[in-house]
């Protein structure tokens, strides 16, 4: 293809969706915070206008980016597979056992791939999860791609996690379905006998609709235009786009709110704060700056306390010279107070300290937060992680179910018709009780209440959250077995003196002898030990006290 041609054929491919144009920098932010990719300090912390170069890549060099917001959705991953979920493939294991070993084709488990979606959910809000068989392992890429050549020629699918980012086109149906997708890749390849260039950029483009697939490979020309190096297509006929795209919560088609969308802006402001305090904390330790005027220092501002003046003058009589501007330590209590609340804004955007408590300080609310996290938890917590499960279900579902329309592409149902008919299950409560807690407090609970149904609900939690990785009717076994076995090592069965029942005790014992000793008046049993002892009579004496009745 001429080169002219060729040039215009990529621009033509590149050309992105208006939402994708939209979103790009929202996108960028979420890759940053969450750590997919190094960041540009450049992006963040922008030259000022009077910025000398010099003191501006000293400020970038001594920047550190730690946002917070990744660490929030790793406690939610926590959270999420501390008990693995469920998966029974009814009838399919043997069909799909290949790909869930190893579901990339470089060693990944389908759990695995599993927990990288659900991450890519909540940092974006969306997912673009393709599955394909790619023409790269086809011995004849032009053959046909029958069932046989797959089989003998050991080719299955396997899943591409990409990036909204990566994803720069596509097309949904009236009903949201999506019809058509645009995938760029991007790499860096060997450009052999160009010692000046030894590497260049790769670029490829693969679309996809319902019945078809194709791609063209470009490489970067010498002048920073684009040759075209490869292209093809071929039918998949499965009947639907194989890329699963599910949003956290809906904004528009193929866009969903990411779970750190606030909680990044947060902190990014933090970032820059954070890299103002570094750069005045070099400058305050490293007193290199230098001031040579000839006026006062006072009139440009600078009070005696701020300075070390070197040469002493007066304005208009010879220079004053000083060697190091002092920076009030006001100014690092402003800092400090400033990232300080960036860190609050990030804990409450992202969930993981939505009613600020951590923030309030002092022993007074540390003593009472204990209910207010557990409050917060259930309302908000709690909730994003049953709906997050809900949806990964839903995720996983989908692609077990394209799996397995690869696998009978010459004998496919209709496309609203599942093939796949397995249950996946992830775990429909969740607590701020970790394991360690649950057997910690199994122990003190067992010795001091008498329920049978609150133990073995607790002995099943636990159970459960120690099992593993195992089938339903495993852990249906073991629940079984806590149910109908006895309990042990527990009050339950036991029998507790009430001290209202306990018989009267012998005064004798308790004087430790014989003295004191009466006997209780005839006629009468044992005296009630609730029954109040009545008063006795009292008798005037002299000197005006009181006695009791002798």
């Not at 190091?324 to 690092?332: D, K, Q, R, T």
Request: glycine content about 8%.
């Amino acid at each position: 293809m001429p080169e002219s041609t060729s040039n215009a054929r990529y621009l033509e491919l590149d050309t992105k969706h208006p939402d994708w144009n939209k979103w790009e920098a929202e996108w960028e932010r979420y890759r940053d915070v969450v750590g997919d990719d190094l960041v540009e300090k450049e992006t963040y912390l922008p030259k000022g206008p009077w910025e000398h170069k010099t003191f501006y890549d000293l400020r970038l060099d001594l920047s550190q980016f730690l946002p917070d917001s990744g660490l929030a959705i790793e406690r939610i991953l926590g959270a999420l597979y501390d008990v693995p979920p469920k998966r029974e493939h009814k009838g399919s294991e043997s069909e799909l056992k290949p790909f869930l070993d190893n579901a990339n084709r470089r060693g990944k488990s389908w759990g695995t791939m599993a927990e990288e979606i659900c991450f890519h959910l909540l940092a974006y809000g969306t997912t673009r999860t393709l599955i394909n068989v790619p023409v790269a392992q086809l011995s004849d890429p032009d053959a046909e791609v029958t069932r046989d050549v797959e089989q003998s020629q050991n080719i299955r699918p396997f899943v591409i996690n990409y990036t909204p980012l990566a994803v720069i086109d596509w097309e949904t149906s009236s009903d949201g379905a999506l019809t058509y997708i645009r995938i760029k890749e991007e790499r860096t390849v060997r450009n052999p006998g160009n010692a000046t260039k030894p590497h260049r950029k790769a670029v490829r483009f693969i679309e996809y609709d319902r019945a078809r697939v194709s791609w063209s490979d470009f490489l970067e020309g010498e002048k920073g235009d684009w040759e075209l190096d490869d292209e093809g297509a071929r039918d998949h006929n499965l009947g639907v786009v194989p890329m699963i795209c599910e949003q956290l919560r809906d904004v528009g088609p193929m866009i969903g709110h990411s779970f750190v969308r606030y909680s990044s802006r947060a902190d990014i402001q933090k970032h820059q704060v954070e890299s103002d305090q570094a750069y005045d904390t070099y400058v305050h330790s490293h007193p290199t700056l230098k001031v040579w005027t000839e006026e006062g220092l006072k009139d440009l501002g600078l009070g005696s306390n701020s300075y070390l003046k070197l040469k002493p003058g007066t304005a208009g009589e010879g220079r004053e010279d000083a060697a190091y501007i002092e920076i009030p330590g006001s100014a690092f209590e402003a800092l400090d107070a400033v990232i300080k609340k960036k860190e609050e804004q990030v804990a409450r955007h992202a969930k993981v300290d939505p009613m600020a408590v951590a923030s309030q300080g002092g022993p007074a609310v540390f003593q009472a937060s204990g209910a207010a996290r557990a409050w917060s938890f259930g309302t908000s917590e709690a909730r994003t992680l049953s709906k997050i499960a809900g949806l990964m279900e839903t995720i996983e579902g989908n692609v077990l179910e394209i799996v397995l329309r690869y696998q009978h592409r010459g004998n496919l149902p209709p496309a609203d018709k599942r093939l796949y008919q397995g249950d996946i299950q992830y775990p429909e409560e969740f607590d701020m009780s970790s394991t360690s807690q649950l057997l910690e407090e199994r122990v003190s609970i067992a010795e001091q209440v008498n329920s049978p149904t609150l133990l073995r609900t607790i002995d099943k939690r636990i159970a459960s959250s120690k099992v593993g990785d195992t089938t339903a009717q495993v852990l249906k076994t073991i629940h079984d077995e806590i149910e109908n076995n006895d309990l042990i090592n527990t009050m339950v069965g036991k029998t507790v003196e009430s001290p209202f029942s306990m018989p009267n005790m012998d005064p004798a014992t308790l004087l430790g002898g014989e003295q004191g000793k009466e006997e209780p008046p005839q006629g009468r049993g044992k005296q009630n030990p609730l029954e109040k002892e009545k008063p006795k009579r009292e008798e005037p004496v002299a000197g005006g006290g009181r006695r009791g009745r002798r």
